[in-house]
């Protein structure tokens, strides 16, 4: 019998695809590429969620840069996660 997934593992996947789309088509940064959501994990009252990601560019000068372009994106993507999650 297959293993039955629980609400929290089924948003948490929710949330990487979405997330994924969002970085992929809708930000237009062009310090936000070759991004890729590799998990999600979410807070059992689903209130916070760690989104981990990877990138091919090994350089720290453009890691840095893509952390300020995330966190500068961050309330875009959180009011196009609520409007596209339910």
Known sequence: MPKEFSRKERVADM???ELSTL???EIADP???DVTVTAVDVAR???HAKV???TL???AEAKKDLM???KAASGFMRSQLAKRVQ
């Open 15 to 17: 949330l990487q695809v």
């Open 23 to 25: 970085l992929h088509r």
């Open 31 to 33: 310090r936000i590429k």
């Open 45 to 47: 009252n689903f209130a």
């Open 52 to 54: 981990f990601i990877t």
């Open 57 to 59: 560019n090994d350089d």
């Open 68 to 70: 300020k372009a995330l």
